[in-house]
């Protein structure tokens, strides 16, 4: 999506390991209308495909989920990676690596909100090597859930963890893919 | 706002120690429909306010503070309560005590984002003792922007956090003010 592409290379910044920056307009200040044409985007790519339900995790992939269910007019669920004390009840756990905090952790939705009822679409802010990606996929599928596929905003392509997923069947549609990047250039897919 | 009153009644169980359980469709799952109606009415409310950007807390705010955005047109920036490696910019802190968790921790943005320049309206779900609001107001006044208000979805009225705010000047708008609660009733103003 040139829209979002042309917002990385003015407003991304390559920081040292390999991480990209985009705390400016995805995942710290959210850029709304920006925001806005994905979600629409996302609803074209996913719109005839049954979606009763956005599963997402907290917290960067919270409000682009959100923004994307306004056009489909369905719930989002997002997994968590703490439960406060107000959460008695029975959950679905699934262990998941983050790529920029560099820990492990497990993620967790009530069991009562991810059903086999669900036809599901995942919609995240990145995929690198797919990991959060992948745990919410094994969500889904301790919940019985179908998945009918995932948007993600951003993908480094080069990490392989999206082509990964789409070898094992997994619709990926990711509206900026990012062949390679350097401190001094970007280049897309 | 009867909507908001109406699925309280529905849906939200109260729990010992005086928590409102409102995850299937306020803080875990979120209803976009009914949330979007909410955004709707804060735009009405806060509309001739000259508001630039909305400010809100991870998570569980993101999504209302981003729906509520797309009424608006402006940015969403989310405090956060940890910072993961990406992140070398400069930020403000502020301290907040959360109540379902029962635990301290700092609330972060990066100084950047959040300007003198700035009007800001302060988005969040719930309203008790007032503790996220009142850091989001410290964090805005260090960075000298002007707060215009605070929308809540939901206040725990009997709690004082929204009155004594008030008292101190701070225009707060809640959309279901809770007077009492017990597992078996729960009263509204």
Known sequence: MKLIEERILRDGRVLPGDVLKVDSFLNHMIDVPLISEAGREFYRLFSDCGVTKILT??????????????????????????FGNNSDDEKLTQECKSYTKGKVYN??????????????????????????????????????AEVIGAGVVIEKRYQGGGDALRAEGLRVESLAKIKSMTEKSIDFC
């Open 57 to 82: 995790v907290e917290a960067s992939g919270i409000g682009i989920a959100c923004i994307t269910a306004t056009f489909f007019g369905c719930p989002v669920l997002f997994a968590k990676k703490t």
């Open 107 to 144: 993620l967790a939705v009530s069991k009562a909100y991810l059903t086999k009822n669900d036809r599901i679409l995942i919609i995240d802010d990145f995929l690198a090597e797919g990991s959060a990606l992948r745990a919410l996929c094994g969500l889904c599928r301790q919940a019985g």
